[in-house]
């Protein structure tokens, strides 16, 4: 007697150029609708590497794949296995994390620093490994623009140093009559105070109520204090 499997999930690839540089998980077997989602989302918000990619490059320049339909509970670890067969993880794809179910229990570990005087401790793997390359100098995390050598630690760095390579600038000051865009988070943080008013920086120097906007204005102004005083009566 055949047994009667339910399929309700699929595991599709995305290639560019011919090669699956993405792989990823839909709760349906409708790889297509998962497609349309990934170039909605690319559109209203560029944060992932794979949407930066699909904006830098173009989403005709792309197609998407199925590649297998399973069972709702072994679609995580059919997503972590195919990551690992296509090779998809950061540098060598998009995937920026390992893939898999991110209600899997995990065992807590404390983990500590090894090297001579450094008392980091963390529970978090990814963090622990972050940390450790600000002593071994190791920055795994290339440009792949030719020409370019920038390198880095961590893969949100990545992303932010792709975007500078590109004319989209997916962060959108939501201000009625600004035109302001980024092409970082940050810069768009720092934008938007000009619109609240708001003055977080302050001048720690005895009886002076100096406020910024920016830490380089603060900066600037502190060097003032130190040239006032270095200045002779």
């Not at 994390?97 to 209600?103: E, H």
């Not at 302050?202 to 380089?216: E, F, G, L, Q």
Request: proline share 3%; hydrophobic share 20%.
């Amino acid at each position: 007697m055949e047994e009667d499997i339910h399929i309700h999930s699929c595991i599709y690839g995305i290639k560019y150029e011919g090669k699956v540089v993405y792989v990823g998980r839909h709760n349906t077997p409708n790889h297509i609708d998962r497609w349309k989602q990934h170039i909605k989302q690319s559109k209203k918000n560029a944060s992932s590497l794979l949407h930066k990619k699909l904006l830098e490059y173009g989403v005709d320049k792309f197609s998407i794949e199925k590649i297998c339909e399973c069972d709702a509970e072994d679609v995580g670890n059919r997503e972590i296995r195919y990551i690992q067969e296509y090779n998809t993880l950061i540098p060598n794809g998009y995937n920026m994390q390992k893939g898999g179910s991110s209600k899997t229990p995990q065992p807590k570990v404390l983990r500590k620093c090894s090297y001579d005087g450094c008392n980091f401790t963390t529970l978090q793997r990814t963090k622990f490994d972050i940390h450790k390359r600000t002593h071994t100098g190791e920055k795994p995390y290339k440009c792949h623009i030719d020409d370019c050598n920038y390198s880095c630690v961590r893969s949100d760095q990545l992303v932010r140093h792709s975007n500078t390579h590109s004319e989209e600038k997916p962060f959108i000051c939501d201000v009625s009559g600004c035109d302001y865009r980024s092409i970082s988070k940050t810069n768009l943080s720092r934008h938007t105070l000009q619109h609240n008013g708001k003055n977080p920086y302050k001048c720690n120097i005895d009886s002076c109520i100096y406020t910024c906007k920016s830490s380089n204005s603060l900066k600037y102004h502190i060097k003032k204090h130190s040239r006032e005083q270095e200045t002779p009566c």
